[in-house]
């Protein structure tokens, strides 16, 4: 396992894009995570199909705030044009991702690692003086996950997953 000098870190700019989205909240464990994210990119990926879009880049989990009781995010995905015709289907809209500077950390393997290359970037941020302790992660809100292949067809070993927090 790496270090947190280790860890595959850069500065980015991450353009703009057109995304469906679908905001949700869970408890904090990660257990439940893993279950609202299934449900959440389930109903996400349903509407694409539904609706005739084509996805254009990563699907985010963007981490609007964590809190020792839960967690609010939003799941996301680019698609190249928003539908033909009004849909209204909440809580589910289509809407621009923001343009961003951002410090983009690598994972590699298993979703069930996420914590430990978490635990290995606040290292990170610690080392570089950014945060001092847990709580200032805050100020990294909201912070985002793209996941680069698809689960259901990659093995688990395989998945790699890009982990963006604003640069501040």
């Known amino acids: 396992m790496p270090t947190a000098t280790e860890l595959e870190f850069a500065e ?3 353009a ?3 995304a469906v989205q679908l905001p949700g909240q869970c408890a904090c464990d990660a257990a439940s995570i893993a279950a609202a994210m ?3 990119f389930g109903s996400l990926l349903s ?5 005739g879009l084509a996805i254009n880049g990563r699907c985010r989990a963007i981490y609007k705030g964590y809190t020792a009781t839960g967690v609010c995010f939003v799941v996301a995905a680019p698609v190249t044009a928003a539908p ?7 809580p589910i809209h289509v809407d621009m991702l923001p343009a961003a500077k951002a410090y983009r950390f690598t994972h590699h393997g298993p979703y069930s690692n996420l914590a ?11 080392e570089k003086g950014w945060i001092q302790s847990e709580v200032d992660w805050m100020r990294f809100m909201p912070m985002w996950e793209e996941y680069a ?3 259901e ?6 998945l790699l997953t890009y982990i963006y927090l604003p640069a501040v």
Request: aromatic fraction near 8%.
């Open 12 to 14: 980015v700019e991450v």
């Open 16 to 18: 703009p894009a057109l």
């Open 149 to 151: 292949n698809d689960p």
């Open 153 to 158: 067809k990659t093995p688990a070993s395989e």
């Open 38 to 40: 299934r449900t959440a």
């Open 47 to 51: 509407f694409v199909t539904r609706h």
């Open 116 to 126: 430990q290359t978490y635990s290995l970037i606040t290292a990170f941020l610690k």
């Open 84 to 90: 033909a015709t009004s849909v209204d289907e909440p």
